[in-house]
């Protein structure tokens, strides 16, 4: 940005401009003594940009800085003399014209291109922003929603000019022509008026309040399309048996309430026979919670013979039934989900309540578990071990030591090296040095070694399941246990015995085991269960030997937040020194006749737990996304690179995830199809959770 100053040039352009076209006129008006003072014509034809900003900035008093891409020609004509407030606003009009744009700031003005307006412009029109010059403005809305009036706005604003909402505040945010904003303050007023805010409640004598309000939502709602609870027309109140309207317009609201009493009418059909529908329940198992109900309940043996309703049958009391009670018959219909009624109207009201409160989506919770391990062992052995062999090639041991060294200690050696034949035994782990001699045998052996281990395990087990509902996942091994063995006589004519052996298959790995129990404020209380079992690689000879680590605990937890459940911590030290008494005590010497080792083993382990609450299909399909991303990106990492000396082998790819439905094309892997239940997944809402991170 540069300051363009007023030079002679653009003087003697500007009393061109204004005086001769000011004399013609005083020349062709005859009756005209005096030319206003505080008027001028103007008449630019394809003069230099610069200086017809810098001519009229100079007669209007403004100073005008121009940015270094305003560049061309313009031209600018008035027909009759002009004030400089209009001499200004005609300015702002030829510059809009070329694709330029006037900004107003602190005591002066600057002229940028359109595009880059939107970024110096103005706060309001209390700084002098006028006719075409741009200028943001903030709308605050007390009614309707600024997110819902954007795409309605959006087509009255400049291409290259913006438009916001703040959700925080319920406030627009635009930038654009000061005369735009003044057009747009009046649309946005009748569009923020006061509408039929006003709730209305219909009580219903006939129709249950629940199954009326899904039908009349769905008559209402554009397209029979569902909608939330946030935008319904119409509520349901089952303990009145009621329908609470709410409508943008009074012209709406009575519509609904004439839909209404159209449907509220009494059944043609005679009989008490009721049959509904569950969404979520099971029918068998809510069938039984409702005989207990009319069982123990006598109210309803009283509504059902005082309150008989209007061609409805009354019930007659009677005994309790198997599959009901003294008010009203229930059965189950496990195929279709349904519940059969049989019962007076008031009492089928009354159950009718209870249902549609058992009936309710259940909440689900996602469990991440994180099993980390790391140990750390440290072995250190050393010892000297030796012998007289006499007797000859078979002679046995004379003297010597034999530490427990497994197949090294010397008497193993000496016993594989002096049998017939006999082959030294392979040394085993560390250094071990032999020193021999053709008359005794092996004389002395020295063994040493130093091993240094760590293991560092990272386990995340993690499920979904519905609340009070309890899952369990295992990963790992059916490895099978030998619990006996026996032999039998064979049978008639055969020789010989037949062994038997019996085995006990159990499960060896990881097992998690949850039954989450949500509460009103959101906190979770979980019975866990969680177990980590191994092969041990120490041979016994009665079997396999396993470890094991288990955590069998209740606790509580806020949604979302991370728990220890327990873990070990473990450092053990154990040394050990085996010696010819006083032969290993002497200084220096005694080092021939000792063995010595050590040994470190440290184990960390820690459980850590976190619960997640999904209430929704959105957060739902945005931990599935999340999930699925997380396993797609493994297998694109994991895919073999493509070498000169190894063949092509395309590696089998999950499809693409977008939008919460998968992209469906050619795949990596031949033989992987789309099933209709992947390829169309419920199409979730609006997400405004944040997606589950991948790890803890």
Same mark, same amino acid.
């Given at each position: ?55 009229? &900035? ?17 031209? #600018? ?69 600024? $997110? ?35 057009? %747009? ?100 198992? #809510? ?19 005082? @309150?008989?309703?209007?061609? !409805? ?24 989900? $349904?519940?059969?009624? @049989? ?40 010892? +000297? ?20 060294? &497994? ?34 045998? %092996? ?30 996942? %295992?990963?790992?091994?059916? !490895? ?33 085991? +949850? ?7 959101? @906190? ?30 209740? +606790? ?7 728990? !220890? ?47 997640? !609450? ?34 092509? %082998? ?9 939008? &919460? ?27 405004? @959770? ?7």
């Amino acid at each position: 940005m540069k300051i363009k100053t007023l030079n002679i040039a653009s003087l003697l352009l500007l009393l061109l401009c204004v005086w001769q076209p000011a004399a013609q006129a005083e020349e062709q008006t005859e009756n005209t003594a005096v030319t206003n003072p505080d008027k001028a014509n103007f008449n630019f034809v394809s003069a230099d940009i610069e200086s017809v900003i810098k001519a009229i &900035g100079d007669y209007a008093n403004v100073t005008f800085i121009i940015d270094p891409r305003v560049k061309g020609t313009l031209s #600018l004509v008035s027909e009759k003399p002009l004030n400089k407030a209009q001499a200004m606003q005609l300015l702002t009009s030829v510059l809009r014209m070329q694709g330029y744009a006037v900004v107003s700031a602190n005591g002066y003005s600057k002229v940028v291109p359109e595009a880059d307006a939107k970024l110096q412009g103005s706060v309001g029109h209390s700084n002098g922003a006028r006719g075409d010059q741009v200028a943001t403005q903030v709308f605050h809305l007390n009614r309707e929603s600024a $997110t819902n009036l954007v795409p309605v706005l959006r087509p009255l604003i400049s291409p290259n000019n913006i438009i916001n909402a703040n959700p925080g505040n319920n406030s627009l945010v635009i930038t654009d022509y000061a005369d735009n904003l003044m057009r %747009m303050s009046k649309i946005i007023a009748a569009l923020d008026g006061p509408g039929n805010g006003n709730l209305e409640v219909v009580p219903l004598r006939y129709a249950i309040a629940s199954d009326m309000a899904g039908m009349v939502n769905r008559l209402v709602e554009q397209g029979g399309a569902p909608s939330n609870d946030s935008n319904r027309a119409v509520l349901s109140d089952s303990r009145t048996n009621s329908l609470i309207v709410r409508a943008s317009t009074d012209a709406r609201a009575n519509l609904i309430k004439s839909l209404i009493d159209k449907l509220d009418q009494p059944t043609a059909q005679p009989g008490n026979v009721h049959v509904v529908y569950l969404k979520n329940a099971e029918a068998t198992k #809510l069938a039984l919670t409702l005989r207990a109900v009319i069982s123990a309940d006598t109210s309803i043996t009283a509504a059902a013979n005082n @309150t008989p309703s209007q061609n !409805v049958v009354p019930m007659p009391v009677q005994g309790a039934l198997p599959t009901g009670g003294a008010g009203g018959f229930i059965q189950a219909d496990a195929s279709t989900n $349904t519940l059969i009624i @049989t019962a007076s109207e008031p009492v089928y009201r009354n159950l009718r309540n209870i249902i549609d409160q058992l009936d309710a989506r259940r909440a689900q919770v996602y469990i991440e578990a994180l099993i980390v391990e790391v140990d750390a062992n440290k072995l250190a052995e050393f010892g +000297v071990q030796w012998g007289t062999l006499g007797g000859g090639a078979n002679g046995a041991g004379a003297a010597g030591t034999s530490f427990s060294t &497994g197949g090294n200690n010397l008497a193993n050696q000496a016993t594989a090296r002096l049998a017939p034949g006999g082959v030294p035994l392979a040394p085993g782990n560390g250094l071990n040095l032999g020193f021999f001699t053709s008359k005794v045998g %092996m004389g002395m052996l020295i063994h040493a070694l130093e091993s240094d281990s760590k293991t560092n395990i990272l386990s995340m087990p993690n499920l979904v399941t519905l609340d009070n509902e309890e899952a369990k996942i %295992m990963v790992g091994q059916n !490895v099978p246990f030998i619990t006996g063995q026996y032999t039998t006589q064979a049978s008639a004519g055969a020789a010989g015995v037949n062994p038997f052996q019996t085995v006990e298959r159990k499960d060896i790995g990881l097992t998690l085991k +949850v039954k989450p129990q949500i509460s009103q404020g959101g @906190t979770v209380k979980m019975a866990i269960y969680q177990e980590t079992s191994s092969i041990s690689p120490t041979v016994n000879a009665a079997g396999l030997i396993t470890s094991k680590r288990s955590i069998d605990t209740n +606790v509580l937890v806020d949604d979302g937040q991370i728990i !220890v459940l327990g873990g070990l911590i473990d450092d053990n030290l154990q040394e050990t020194e085996e010696q010819v008494p006083g032969l290993g005590s002497i200084p220096l010497i005694g080092n021939l006749f000792k063995y010595r080792s050590r040994t470190h083993n440290k184990t960390n382990l820690m459980v850590f737990l976190r619960p997640t !609450v999904i209430r929704n299909d959105e957060q739902s399909s945005s931990l599935a996304a999340d999930r699925y991303q997380y396993i797609r990106n493994a297998e694109i990492k994991n895919k073999p690179e493509d070498t000169l000396l190894m063949p092509h %082998m395309d590696a089998p790819l999950l499809p693409e995830l977008k939008d &919460g439905k998968l992209v469906d094309g050619p795949l990596s892997h031949p033989g992987m199809k789309l099933s209709p239940t992947l390829s169309e997944p419920p199409t979730p809402a609006a997400s405004a @959770t944040p997606a589950i991170p991948s790890a803890l």
